[in-house]
T-cell receptor
Framework: QQQVKQSPQSLIVQKGGISIINCAYE??????FPWYQQFPGKGPALLIA?????SEKKEGRFTISFNKSAKQFSLHIMDSQPGDSATYFC????????????FGKGTHLIIQP | KAGVTQTPRYLIKTRGQQVTLSCSPI?????VSWYQQTPGQGLQFLFE???????NKGNFPGRFSGRQFSNSRSEMNVSTLELGDSALYLC???????????FGDGTRLSIL
């Protein structure tokens, strides 16, 4: 059972555009939602995270939007740059729960110059 | 501040062998988690350690085990290796349970 569904699998965006990646979850007990960025040959790097008590969090060009009633959250990358080309993973976790992070399948993002 | 260090970076083993992977967390971090990353299954949680105790374990067979030492360094062991164990094994550390996790660059394990 895939508890976190991520879309799209791949995404091509022009330089300067907005990249949007979506995730939907099933477990209503999830209360921590991070996004990770992974470059080839590297481990995932924590980008930004949100808890369900807020609907939006912004850090630089990266914004998480969270919709608790729809059980969805998304990552927006503003002014996308070629250096943003990477694989992005959403994840979720139950605080104090029995499992670690549950990850989406990833989105391969390409920013065209 | 040094990040999470995993050794070795690459390993080649044959079926039936066993392997031990090592993880040194970020200084001051006391929680260590392990994940398996494959193209088909993505990132899957293996186990989490805090204060030398295993807190959680994912849905993996008993061939996968781990431990944590008093200095928070951690090792994971896989016995009786199978072809399907070929993967990138990632270690993540955090200040404590439920704190943000920071990943190392992983150990790439190939089974022949």
């Amino acid at each position: 059972q895939q508890q976190v569904k991520q879309s799209p699998q791949s995404l091509i965006v022009q330089k300067g555009g907005i990249s949007i990646i979506n995730c939907a979850y099933e477990n209503t007990a999830f209360d921590y939602f991070p996004w990770y960025q992974q470059f080839p040959g590297k481990g995932p790097a924590l980008l930004i995270a949100i808890r369900p008590d807020v609907s939006e969090k912004k850090e630089g060009r990266f914004t998480i939007s969270f919709n608790k009633s729809a059980k969805q959250f998304s990552l927006h990358i503003m002014d996308s740059q070629p250096g943003d080309s990477a694989t992005y993973f959403c994840a979720a976790r139950v605080s104090g729960g029995a499992d670690g992070l549950t990850f989406g399948k990833g989105t391969h993002l390409i920013i065209q110059p | 501040k040094a990040g999470v260090t995993q050794t070795p970076r690459y390993l080649i083993k044959t079926r039936g062998q066993q392997v031990t992977l090592s993880c040194s967390p970020i200084s001051g971090h006391r929680s260590v988690s392990w994940y398996q990353q494959t193209p088909g299954q993505g990132l899957q949680f293996l186990f989490e350690y805090f204060s030398e105790t295993q807190r959680n374990k994912g849905n993996f067979p008993g061939r996968f085990s781990g431990r944590q030492f008093s200095n928070s360094r951690s090792e994971m062991n896989v016995s009786t290796l199978e072809l399907g164990d070929s993967a990138l094994y990632l270690c993540a550390s955090s200040l404590g349970p439920d704190q943000p996790q920071h990943f190392g660059d992983g150990t790439r394990l190939s089974i022949l």
